[in-house]
């Protein structure tokens, strides 16, 4: 085993190519149909974290009958899958920063298609709560590495409409799931098991749209792998050159403050160079994420519990959520154009405003129209912290950097939806909806007063 495979120090020949190079190497490519089947390939990871959030959005009242849990219980399944996601997010980010991106993204993959088909078999409460678990560690692990490669891949002014239409795509596929959902539950209350099968299947689709996806000249340049990071480098400027068929234009070079040392991507997180930024991102994944996910989790159960027939919640909840198809794609589009800051200051108001506007719906036209609103705005926030936060940290722990936050975010995804059931006894609907939407207020000050503004910057200009 070699010092690439094994994750040691690189080899002791010199690093013959920068940081420098490499960005401006980056930058001067035109966008071409094979950086968008690189963002197609990179979406895939988005459509299944989404996609598995809609698995209890959408079947946590069948599911519940059928293997007769508890609220508390159903609230526990929830957290589990957190909880592993926490635990998965944080371990592949240190090991994406040490052992490369795309290997990661293939070995959670697999973890996470093999456990969510053994949830489908679950036979009570302990067997589903600890494939639940299984799972959450492989998707956990999935999104630092893509969300790395993604702001490592794509030029400065492409990275955030990029993972607008990834979201697009996600939320596409939520609406459609649900649509199978709600046509699954209208035959047997049983019928999620078979949806958890389908899930387990695009493990196989996932799988075969992966393997072409290089690795990241960037991290290999970072790790001091400077042969293979030209390599790589090469490999994507000659499928770019083909795609549009001229030759290249040339690269223009500007200096940027190259860091040597090799602390440990943990270290460098709460170094006192990037330690604000951490705090920062931190931050804002434990207080978004705590009001997104008791919302998301809970929604459809939420419905029921107010009368309405499972069949109908689900329906409700696929209406709502066709809401967030435009609200991932306008958030893409204007955070190139107006800025990370505004865009997320924006969003997280309008989310709270409509989250206290969904709490006091009465009619099922109303409960539909404030939640088509909230979800939109759910995931225009959701868009922009998966576009701002990799671009806080520099390429050498830009992974941890997100994992970290990741699983700083599970923190209040486990705690949301335990937290729902009491809120609701104490202070109903209308007061629960109402204490979600302080967090969101509370997101955006901490956004206005403490983030950095990243639009159209390079990469290695933000870390430097």
């Known amino acids: 085993m070699d010092a690439l495979d094994s994750g040691g120090s690189p080899p002791a020949a010199a690093n013959t190519i920068s940081a420098a190079t490499l960005a401006a190497r980056f930058e001067r490519l035109p966008f071409t149909r094979y950086q968008r089947k690189l963002g197609f390939i990179l979406a895939t990871c988005f459509v299944i974290d989404l996609l598995d959030i809609s698995l209890l959005s959408y079947l946590l009242a069948p599911i519940s009958l059928d293997l007769q849990l508890s609220k508390g219980a159903a609230g526990l399944v ?57 799972t959450g560690i492989g998707l956990g692990a999935e999104l630092p590495a893509a969300l790395s490669l993604l702001a490592e891949f794509m030029p400065a002014n492409r990275r955030a409409s990029l993972t607008g239409w990834m979201q697009v ?25 078979g949806m958890f099968v389908l899930i387990a299947v695009s493990a196989v689709f996932a799988l075969y749209v992966r393997r072409g996806l290089p690795e990241s000249p960037r991290w290999y340049q970072s790790r001091g792998y400077a042969a293979q990071a030209d390599i790589e480098m090469r490999k994507i400027e000659a499928a770019v050159e083909t795609a549009q068929g001229r030759a290249l234009p040339p690269a223009t070079v500007t200096d940027v403050t190259e860091v040597k040392e090799h602390r440990g991507s943990l270290r460098e997180l709460v170094s006192r160079r990037y330690l604000r930024r951490t705090l920062l991102a931190w931050a804002l994944w434990l207080i978004v994420l705590i009001g997104y996910y008791g919302i998301t989790v809970w929604v459809g159960k939420l419905l029921v519990d107010r009368g309405m ?12 959520q066709a809401g967030a198809i435009p609200g991932a794609w306008l958030a893409g589009y204007t955070l190139e154009r107006v800025g990370r800051k505004a865009v997320m200051v924006a969003a997280l108001g309008l989310v709270g405003v409509t989250a206290w506007w969904y709490g006091h719906a009465s009619s099922f036209g109303m409960v539909v129209v ?72 509370l997101g955006a000050i901490i956004v206005l007063v403490f983030g950095p503004e990243t639009k159209a910057r390079v990469l290695e200009h933000i870390s430097s």
């Open 309 to 320: 027939s499972i069949s109908k919640s689900i329906a409700a909840t696929l209406l709502m």
């Open 169 to 193: 795509g996600g939320a596409a596929a939520g609406v459609a799931f649900g649509a199978l959902s709600l046509l699954a539950v209208s035959f047997a209350v049983a019928g999620w098991r």
């Open 78 to 134: 929830g957290a589990a899958g957190f909880a592993g996601m926490g635990i998965g997010a944080t371990i592949a980010g240190v090991l994406a920063d040490r052992f490369g991106r795309r290997r990661i993204l293939v070995h959670s993959m697999l973890l996470w298609g093999a456990a969510t088909l053994l949830a489908a078999f679950a036979w009570d409460f302990w067997s589903f709560l600890t494939f639940r678990f299984i």
């Open 370 to 441: 404030a939640g088509a609103t909230m979800q939109f705005s759910l995931v225009a926030v959701a868009t922009a912290l998966y576009a701002y936060t990799p671009e806080l940290f520099p390429t050498r722990a830009r992974a941890t950097g997100m994992g970290t936050a990741s699983t700083v975010g599970r923190v209040s995804a486990i705690t949301g939806p335990l937290i729902v059931p009491p809120m609701v006894l104490a202070w109903g609907n209308a007061g629960t909806f109402t204490a979600f939407a302080a967090c969101f207020g």
